[in-house]
Nanobody, 127 residues
Framework: VQLQASGGGLVQAGDSLRLSCAVS????????VAWIRQAPGKEREFVAS????????NYADSVQGRFTISRDDAKSTVFLEMNSLKPEDTALYYC?????????????????????WGQGTLVTVSS
């Protein structure tokens, strides 16, 4: 399994950015994909996750209402639409997966259940 994140860049506060995560090597729909970020000197932080089976999603309180996670089954890609960006959103963003035994396993915000198979993409928000 490979997950490749892309779409990061340098933007100003208030701008929007869309990240993409290409998923390859997986044949089942029993998994969740999460965006997890890490700022310099800080711990990994859950941002959002999506259940591949039905697109159900959950968000960190800090991004609720500003970020939207979605998946395109035909393209095997997960997107993170980020609006009203703030300087505190600056971080390296990773897309990670959690493989499950059930199609309808409840989403979680716990970062340690997700695994990272690829490099992150850097998002820098200037004030």
């Amino acid at each position: 399994v490979q997950l490749q994140a892309s779409g990061g860049g340098l933007v100003q506060a208030g701008d929007s950015l869309r990240l993409s995560c290409a998923v390859s090597g997986r044949t089942s729909s029993k998994y969740h994909v999460a965006w997890i970020r890490q700022a310099p000197g800080k711990e990994r932080e859950f941002v959002a996750s999506v259940r591949w089976f039905d697109g159900n999603a959950n968000y960190a309180d800090s991004v609720q209402g500003r970020f939207t996670i979605s998946r395109d089954d035909a393209k095997s890609t997960v997107f993170l639409e980020m609006n009203s960006l703030k300087p505190e959103d600056t971080a390296l963003y990773y897309c990670e997966a959690r493989f499950t035994s059930s199609f309808r396993l409840t989403l979680t915000k716990e970062v340690n259940v997700y695994r990272n198979w690829g490099q992150g993409t850097l998002v820098t928000v200037s004030s």
